[in-house]
């Protein structure tokens, strides 16, 4: 399984950006995927997460403001980023859990995950 982020880049507070993972291997869309991010100076934390059954979950910080869905055509998973503030200044991670997964908050718990995107927040 690999994956692969792109879609960041630099953006006014307040705006919106959208994230894509391209989720490529077996059975690509039987496992929970999810978006973590690391700040500068700071520790991994979770972002968003979608089940294989597309249950989604969201952290506090980011609750109502970002969207997590899967384009099962694709085999993608998207992070849809609105109202976006500095604190969301971040480089961000796709991950994957092995089949038939639930979402978890830990990122020991997940298996495969792509290389970084950068997203910056100017105020």
């Known amino acids: 399984v690999q994956l692969q982020a792109s879609g960041g880049g630099l953006v006014q507070a307040g705006g919106s950006l959208r994230l894509s993972c391209a989720v490529s291997?077996?059975?690509?869309?039987?496992?929970?995927t999810a978006w973590f991010r690391q700040a500068p100076g700071r520790e991994r934390e979770f972002v968003a997460g979608?089940?294989?059954?597309?249950?989604?979950t969201y952290s506090d910080s980011v609750k109502g403001r970002f969207g997590i869905s899967r384009d099962k055509g694709t085999n993608a998973v998207y992070l849809q980023m609105n109202s976006l503030r500095p604190e969301d200044t971040a480089v961000y991670y796709c991950?994957?859990?092995?089949?038939?997964?639930?979402?978890?908050?830990?990122?020991?718990?997940?298996?495969?995950w792509g290389q970084g995107t950068l997203v910056t927040v100017s105020s």
């Open positions: 991950a994957s859990k092995k089949l038939y997964s639930t979402v978890s908050y830990l990122q020991a718990d997940y298996v495969y």
């Open positions: 291997g077996r059975s690509a869309n039987s496992r929970a």
């Open positions: 979608i089940s294989w059954s597309d249950i989604t």
